[in-house]
């Protein structure tokens, strides 16, 4: 059977985008740890499904898409209360490898609002009240992003 050469340099230009659209996928995820623990993966969920951490906590290009390496990795807010408030904070500070608090720091933080060395929290971050068991899977995920962020 003759093939036509046409065909054959198409079949390559679709393979290699189907190759170069994979890389960039695989490289999108970084953050994410390969994993099977189930707290890890419980702590993911809460961070990504429930929480929405990254709406405050990753900055966003001009068209509201995350950066690649930008996960959790801090942000100034792209908003502001529209009355008075007597405390805020307009930035959302990097949470990818919790850099700035202990273990326990982080895990009292997420279950009162109180226990980091700054002070306690200030809005628009949310005062959560994890169950100290969702606290310690958020908390150990966020610690295990450390190893790969960038
Ligand atoms: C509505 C925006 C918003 C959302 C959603 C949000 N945060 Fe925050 N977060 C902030 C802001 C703003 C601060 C800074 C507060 C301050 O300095 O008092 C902060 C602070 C923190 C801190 C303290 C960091 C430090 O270095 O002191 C941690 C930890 C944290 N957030 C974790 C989380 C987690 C985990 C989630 C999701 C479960 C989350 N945040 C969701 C806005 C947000």
């Not at 529209?82 to 405390?87: N, Y």
Request: with cysteine; proline share 12%.
């Amino acid at each position: 059977m003759k093939t036509n050469p046409t065909e054959i340099k198409s079949s390559f230009v679709r393979e290699t985008l189907t190759l170069a659209a994979l890389l960039v996928a695989a490289s999108a995820c970084w953050a994410a740890p390969a994993t099977d623990d189930p707290v890890l993966l419980r702590g993911k969920y809460l961070v990504e499904n429930v929480g929405l951490c990254g709406d405050c906590h990753s900055q966003r290009d001009e068209k509201g898409q995350i950066p690649a390496g930008k996960h959790l990795m801090g942000a100034a807010l792209p908003f502001a209360p529209t009355v008075p408030m007597p405390v805020w904070a307009p930035m959302a500070p990097r949470i990818a490898g919790l850099p700035t608090l202990s273990v326990a720091q982080a895990e009292e933080y997420l279950t009162t609002g109180e226990g980091r060395p700054a002070g306690p929290t200030r809005p628009p971050m949310p005062p959560y009240r994890f169950s100290p068991e969702d606290a310690k899977a958020v908390v150990a995920y966020l610690k295990s992003l450390k190893a790969k962020a960038h």
